[in-house]
């Protein structure tokens, strides 16, 4: 017999986890998350540094922080698993007035979209956080107390738990190696889901000609015509029947587009972090600070430190081994700005890299295919996916289940934008 599903996800990472317990939340269970891994969390979740912030440059990464933020700190509760929330903060530190410049106005536009607690500080402030710090060049910043970092793998597996305790089955071991889609003759050709508007049905997409007046899409996406639709994947298990795809391959995003003849500007960039042995001339608790002037930053991990840079000679591409000459360069930046980071140990052997999913403009990639009915994104997070977890599987089921969300703006993050020249700019990248 052949399986089917409403809907499979590919992926089981922290995005494809969310999204099913999303869906799973909201009633849609008969849901099909396709791991090629024996083990989730192989990809990039499991290498992430588990950050989480409120404080971006652009409405739509602030909104989503907003609600996931919210939602990370009643995971425990909600989902019935822990995620590991510390609500420890990010201090941004600037050292020219330009940088302080561009914290105020980011700052302004936290507070008038919510994120009430967000605060100026002086250099003074910030050397009550961290006193080792060398400040003689740092002139102010902001710290956000409700920032702080989760654990990503504990939140992919509650995600996954509790998804899968309303009947969401999960396949690992399993690739998917390709998307069946039947082309839609002229006379018949449908709507992108996002086209059908908030009275949307999963199985009869009504084009926006036969709307009623009433039912004005709150998703008002330039009108394309499907050339295709999804009618099931091809696994290595074999054929699963299904008129919904999830695409959540994190960095393997564009390859999993391919399949089913999409495009998808989604490009995989080394990150690299480096731990120290246990250290203890620095607090035990603080936040995570953010040197301005070279991008380093660092938090505390267990008795150790956590350190983290993002060299801007990484070249795109699929490179996950660890360079030993990185720990040079980064230790140059960390000393350079705590001084007492010198007596610091750190083994090669522990430090590890993993890929960022960077787009064009380092935002996310969510929504439906441009040309293939039934195909979804949610890809590109662009060194956010795990702070923007929640967000992203809510707005994805929303989108799929509903044809619009009222977290964001979708058409915000929506492929279009690319095609009609409306990027976004986030410029607070880590
Ligand atoms: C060093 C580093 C530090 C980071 N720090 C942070 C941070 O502080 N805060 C933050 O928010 N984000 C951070 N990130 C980014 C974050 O880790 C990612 O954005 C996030 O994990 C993406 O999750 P995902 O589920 O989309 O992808 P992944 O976790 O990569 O999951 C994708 C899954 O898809 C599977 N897959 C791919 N192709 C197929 C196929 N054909 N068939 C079946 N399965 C397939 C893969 O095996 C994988 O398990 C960091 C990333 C790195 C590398």
Redesign the pocket.
């Known amino acids: 017999m052949t399986e089917t599903a409403d809907v499979v996800i590919?992926?089981?990472?922290?995005?494809?986890s969310s999204v099913a317990y999303h869906l799973a939340e909201s009633g849609c269970t008969n849901v099909l998350v396709?791991?090629?891994?024996a083990h989730?969390?192989?990809?990039?979740?499991?290498?992430?540094?588990?950050?989480?912030r409120a404080q971006f440059a652009t409405d739509v990464n602030i909104q989503m922080s907003r609600y996931s933020i919210d939602f990370f700190s009643r995971f425990d509760e909600v989902v019935g698993h822990p995620a590991d929330y510390r609500a420890h903060g990010y201090l941004f530190c600037a050292t020219n007035e330009r940088q302080l410049d561009y914290l105020k106005t980011n700052r302004a536009r936290q507070l008038a979209l919510g994120v009430k607690d967000v605060e100026l500080v002086s250099r003074e402030d910030i050397l009550k956080f961290v006193p080792q710090l060398r400040a003689d060049d740092i002139i102010g910043g902001t710290f956000c107390p409700t920032d702080g970092f989760v654990d990503?793998h504990s939140v992919m597996m509650g995600f996954m738990l509790k998804a899968r305790e309303c009947g969401v089955r999960l396949w690992l071991d399993?690739?998917?190696?390709g998307i069946e889609t039947e082309s839609l003759n002229a006379g018949t050709a449908g709507f992108s889901p996002a086209e059908r508007g908030t009275e949307s049905s999963l199985d009869n997409p009504e084009p926006p000609s036969k709307r009623r007046a009433s039912e004005t899409p709150a998703v008002l996406v330039t009108a394309v015509p499907i050339e295709h639709r999804v009618t099931g994947v091809q696994t290595s298990r074999g054929f699963v029947s299904t008129n919904i795809v999830v695409n959540?391959?994190?960095?393997?995003a564009a390859?999993?587009a391919r399949l089913a003849g999409a495009e998808l500007p989604v490009e995989p960039l080394r990150?690299?972090?480096v731990p120290t042995e246990p250290f203890n001339q620095l607090p035990q608790r603080f936040p995570m600070v953010i040197d301005m002037s070279t991008g380093f930053h660092f938090r505390r991990e267990g008795k150790g430190i956590l350190l983290a840079w993002n060299d801007p000679e990484e070249k795109v591409g699929f490179k996950t081994e660890f360079d030993p000459k990185f720990v040079e360069k980064i230790l140059t930046r960390a000393a350079d700005r705590v001084p007492c980071l010198v007596d610091a140990e750190v083994n090669p052997r522990r430090a590890w890299?993993?890929?960022?999913?960077m787009t064009p403009d380092h935002h996310a990639i969510i929504g439906p295919a441009a040309n293939v009915a039934g195909l979804y994104f949610v890809?590109g997070?662009s060194?956010?996916?795990?702070?923007?977890s929640p967000a992203s599987g809510r707005i994805t089921a929303d989108l799929i289940l509903k044809g619009n969300s009222d977290l964001i703006d979708t058409r915000a993050l929506g492929l279009q934008r690319f095609a009609e020249g409306r990027l976004l700019e986030e410029t607070a990248v880590l």
């Open positions: 590919i992926g089981s990472g922290i995005v494809g396709i791991e090629r891994e989730q969390g192989k990809g990039s979740t499991g290498k992430s540094m588990g950050g989480v990503p399993t690739q998917v190696t959540a391959a994190g960095p393997w390859q999993v990150r690299q972090l890299a993993g890929l960022y999913e890809n997070f060194g956010h996916g795990v702070m923007h």
